[in-house]
Structure formats: structure tokens, C-alpha cells
């Protein structure tokens, strides 16, 4: 895992002559601003993963290994467009993304080699590698979100060679396993190593039973211990119905909102179940994936979907510019959390919360029955407040760069539209 350190600073590199859109937070009708930002900040990851045969193995690796790689990543770049398909997956571009950042050698040598694994693993399993790849270095696991594959690698497995559909686990003794091509293609009987972890929401989305985010279990919300993967005792139905209903509210009242989760979110990864209260998560690393509780009350899902997806938009922005030149310090209290906080987590949450206003207030004046309700009116009024307030600390304290004036400009027609309210009252955690 990476030290929470590793995450505390902007990594984000400014692009030269980008301009963020008008309309990142509550898009208009037919905006293309989501696609914009992230396919720019797909291009980043692009460059960097054509930039790594070049680069000298790192303290440790195998050279062999590298090289081998080296050719892997020329052959996939000579094919049009997969490049581009393997780093939108987070399965693969999260791990890209953790390297950039990996603070020890150490921490660069055990990501190197995932992405390494990964990588191959992908392309074993789009019939794509040219030439079979060895590697001695293995993670625990290797994901294919479009197969449906996990693949676990036994203890005792020295090594796995890929190839184009085939993976051949070898021990010590030189026994092999063919690990792809026997069961890849079908749901008969398979290895206990082996599950198919992704479970379709909707064409687009799943819900993910396995996770290789290596930062899945540091959080830093300060009622949590981390992200590990958890039904919390309720059927996977239940959770993807929810998540159906919750995103067809969104798609009701905010289709053009609706339209960018399914560009942007690959992956729902369930954290549990709690009653009370909501503690989603997301990580800028982590590009197209969101971890959420289940909770009874359809609403507070449904925030928490907006939540977490705005969070990955914003996110991606992150990945081209830093947005304030005094991010992370000095810290100021914060309206949406008992801590306080640098205004990099404040512009997080009001860019969250905005949208949730809109979906409240766009179920206002449908008349939507859940809206006539006095709950429902309370909590409409308190995100607005919510939103005054934090928007106030941003506004009032915040040094934009140049591509976050345009942010903080759409943060303060909202906010203006709104109008200034009461004091604020404490969120529900989210």
C-alpha cells in the first residue's frame, strides 16, 4: 500500500493550453465538458505508459522481465486504440497512476510488477500479445473487467507466461497450469483460483467482487478503516437493484449527468452496509470507480452515487491541473466534516454537492412524490446550506490557477443561484 503521503500532495501535471469547461459540475444539455477532461487526461496516461520501455528497470527489477515488457507495450501501441481502451480501465490505469506516485523504491518495484502482470494479463485475454510473456514477479491477483476474470495466483507458482489467449502458471518443479484457455470461455467447472468477480448494473457498470487498487484500504475519512470488499450481509441483487433505482432517479432529473456516469464509472465496489449512515469513497488514483455502503433510505444512495461520481470528474481535472495554487494548506473548517480541512477537500465537496441540489431541486418541480415529503424538503434546505458555506471558505480564500477560475466561476453561478442561506447545520457523513 502507498503511504497516506503519497496522496496528500497534487500530482497533477498543468496542460498547456487546456481550458476547463464552463460546466464540469452540473453539465448542460448535450456538454461534452466530462468527455473532454477525461480523454485529456487519458492522453496523460497514454504518455506515460508509452513511456515506460524507456525508462531504466528499477532497484531490483529484472531486466529480462523489462525488456519482455518493453516489446509487450511496443506491440500494443502499434494497434490502434487499445492503448487507449487498457488505461481508461482501473483496473490498469489506477495502478499506472500509483506508480507515477510510489514515494520508496520499493513501492516502485511492487507496482511496476503488477502493472507488469496486468498488463499482460489484458492482453492474453483479447487474444493481443504477439509474443508470449514470462514473468518471474507476480502480484496477488490479475483482473479482466471485459473477460469477467480473477486470477489468483496460487502459493507455489513461480512464474506465468502469457500469451494470446493462454496463461501458464509454472512451480518450482516446472509443472505448469493452464490457467486461461480451459475455462476463460465458458462458466463450467473451474479452478478454485479463478472467479469471475463483475456483476452488470448496467451495460456499462458493475459491481466489483475484487479490487487492485493498492490504495483500497487507506481513508481518510476519519470514521473508517479502509475499503475492503463487503456485501454487509445483503444479497448481490439487492445492491444492483438499488444501484438501478438510484441511477434512474438520476437519469429522470439530470440525464446529462446521467450520461457522464457511464462514461466516466467503470466499477461500484461494496463496502458494507450501515443503517445510519453513508460512508462512500473514491481516489483520484482510481479513475472510473467508486466504493459505496449499501444503505435503506433510495435518496441517500443516490447522493452518494452523485457524490462519488463528481468526485472521479473533478479527479480526472486533477490529473491535467492542480486548480488552487494553495490546495492543501493552510486548513480551514470545513461545513461538510468535523475536521479541518485544506481547501482542496473543500472544492471536492461542494463540486459533490452542488449536483445533489440540482437532483433535489429538479425533483422539486416535477413534483416527484418523495419530494412532498417534509424530510426530503429539510435536506434539500440543508445542502443548500451546506453548499453556501463551503463554497464561501473556496471563494473567499481560494488562489485559482488559470484552469481553476473557470471552476470556481461555475461554483459561484450556482452558488448564487441558490442564494445565500442559514448558518450551517452538520451533514450526515459521506
Not at 522481465?65 to 487507449?84: K, T
Amino acid at each position: 500500500m502507498l503511504p497516506p503521503a503519497v496522496t496528500m500532495k497534487s500530482e497533477s501535471a498543468p496542460a498547456p493550453g487546456f481550458k476547463a469547461p464552463r460546466d464540469l459540475t452540473i453539465p448542460d444539455e448535450g456538454s461534452t465538458s466530462a468527455r473532454e477532461v477525461l480523454s485529456a487526461a487519458m492522453r496523460r496516461a497514454l504518455v506515460e505508459l508509452r513511456r515506460l520501455p524507456a525508462r531504466a528497470p528499477v532497484a531490483g527489477d529484472s531486466r529480462a522481465e523489462h525488456a519482455a515488457f518493453a516489446r509487450a507495450v511496443d506491440a500494443l501501441f502499434a494497434a490502434p486504440g487499445l492503448a487507449a481502451s487498457l488505461v481508461r480501465r482501473p483496473t490498469v490505469g489506477t495502478l499506472l497512476r500509483c506508480a507515477r506516485k510510489a514515494a520508496t523504491p520499493a513501492q516502485a518495484l511492487t507496482l511496476t510488477r503488477a502493472l507488469r502482470a496486468q498488463v499482460a494479463f489484458e492482453l492474453a485475454c483479447l487474444d493481443a500479445l504477439p509474443t508470449p510473456l514470462e514473468l518471474g514477479s507476480l502480484p496477488d491477483q490479475v483482473l479482466s473487467i471485459p473477460a469477467n476474470l480473477a486470477l489468483r495466483f496460487p502459493e507455489g507458482t513461480s512464474g506465468a507466461r502469457f500469451a494470446s489467449g493462454k496463461v501458464t502458471l509454472v512451480t518450482p518443479r516446472g509443472e505448469e497450469t493452464h490457467a486461461l484457455d480451459a475455462w476463460a470461455r465458458d462458466d463450467g467447472e473451474r479452478p478454485g483460483f479463478v472467479a469471475r468477480p463483475y456483476h452488470a448494473v448496467t451495460p456499462s457498470l458493475r459491481l466489483a467482487l475484487e479490487d487492485n487498487n493498492p490504495l483500497q484500504m487507506f481513508e481518510a475519512h476519519p470514521d473508517k478503516g479502509g475499503n475492503a470488499i463487503d456485501l454487509g450481509g445483503h444479497p448481490l441483487d439487492e445492491w444492483r437493484d438499488t444501484l438501478r433505482e438510484a441511477l434512474a432517479l438520476v437519469a429522470a432529473h439530470l440525464p446529462a449527468l446521467r450520461a457522464e456516469i457511464d462514461l466516466l464509472i467503470h466499477l461500484v465496489v461494496p463496502v458494507g452496509y450501515d443503517a445510519h449512515k453513508h460512508l462512500s469513497a473514491s481516489y483520484q488514483e482510481a479513475l472510473g470507480t467508486i466504493y459505496l455502503t449499501l444503505h435503506p433510505n433510495l435518496m441517500t444512495m443516490t447522493e452518494a452515487v452523485i457524490h462519488e461520481f463528481s468526485h472521479n470528474k473533478l479527479n480526472a481535472l486533477l490529473e491535467l491541473d492542480p486548480l488552487l495554487e494553495n490546495a492543501f494548506w493552510p486548513l480551514y473548517a470545513s461545513p461538510v466534516r468535523p475536521d479541518p480541512r485544506p481547501l482542496h477537500g473543500v472544492l471536492l465537496a461542494v463540486h459533490a454537492f452542488q449536483p445533489v441540489a440540482r437532483l433535489y431541486e429538479r425533483m422539486t418541480e416535477a413534483g416527484h412524490p418523495r419530494a412532498r415529503s417534509a424530510d426530503f424538503q429539510r435536506r434539500f434546505a440543508q445542502v443548500r446550506r451546506i453548499n453556501h458555506a463551503g463554497a464561501g471558505v473556496v471563494l473567499g480564500h481560494g488562489r485559482p490557477t488559470a484552469v481553476g477560475r473557470e471552476l470556481l466561476a461555475e461554483m459561484r453561478r450556482w452558488d448564487d443561484h441558490y442564494g445565500a442561506q442559514e448558518s450551517p447545520e452538520s451533514l450526515p457523513d459521506h
